[in-house]
């Protein structure tokens, strides 16, 4: 399967996606960190950024259903993954 994702979209759109990826998940983590009220991974990351909170499942269990792709690493840290997928619009109709 990833080999054909890569025979598809070509080393020049891997690496669109990628930088992409990365600035998405890169500004979420800056956001989160500027406003001060949880612990955010530091670099080294690429899709997912690691967030420290007071209690993970009860946030997964409510950003779940609003579609946002986060998973419970243990009882106080989180998971939030980015993909090509994700765009502006859908990113906005998630803020609250």
């Excluded at 990628?18 to 001060?36: E, P, Q």
């Excluded at 909170?53 to 939030?80: C, F, P, Q, W």
Aim: glycine residues 8%; contains cysteine.
């Amino acid at each position: 399967m990833a080999a054909m994702y890569v025979v598809y979209h070509g080393p020049e759109d891997l690496k669109n996606i990628a930088h992409r990826v990365h600035g998405l998940a890169g500004a979420f983590a800056l956001g989160l960190k500027k406003l001060g009220t949880v612990e955010v991974q530091d670099l080294p990351f690429f899709d997912n950024v690691k967030v420290k909170t007071s209690n993970a499942h009860e946030i997964v269990d409510a950003t779940l259903k609003s579609g946002i792709n986060m998973r419970v690493i243990n009882g106080n840290t989180v998971s939030v993954a980015f993909c090509e997928m994700l765009n502006t619009l859908e990113r906005d109709t998630h803020e609250t």
